[in-house]
Nanobody
């Protein structure tokens, strides 16, 4: 499985962006798809996750109510809609695939290349 993240960019605080993560290869129904982010000088931080075959989702407290993770199974794509962006959301965003309902980055074995999101205050 290869993951290709896209959709990052530069936006003013309060604005919105939608990230996409296109997966090549088969994604099993038990797979968990997640978004993480990494700001300069910081570790990789959990953002959101969803199970590929269900509507179950989980969000970090810092993004709850502002970000929405969704999937389009027919397109093999996972999305992250980000609204009301804040300067502290600035980071490189990564999509990942794993098998566990987990918020730790080391539980995920496939990663996309990352897409930069910059929010100006």
């Amino acid at each position: 499985v290869q993951l290709q993240a896209s959709g990052g960019g530069f936006v003013q605080a309060g604005g919105s962006l939608k990230l996409s993560c296109a997966a090549s290869g088969r994604i099993y129904s038990s797979a968990v798809m997640a978004w993480f982010r990494q700001a300069p000088g910081k570790g990789r931080q959990f953002v959101a996750l969803t199970r590929w075959s269900r509507d179950s989702t989980l969000y970090a407290d810092s993004v709850k109510g502002r970000f929405t993770i969704s999937r389009a199974s027919a397109e093999n794509t996972v999305y992250l809609q980000m609204n009301t962006l804040k300067s502290e959301d600035t980071a490189v965003y990564y999509c990942a695939r794993g098998t566990q309902w987990a918020t730790q980055a080391n539980e995920y074995n496939f990663w996309g290349q990352g897409t930069q999101v910059t929010v100006s205050s």
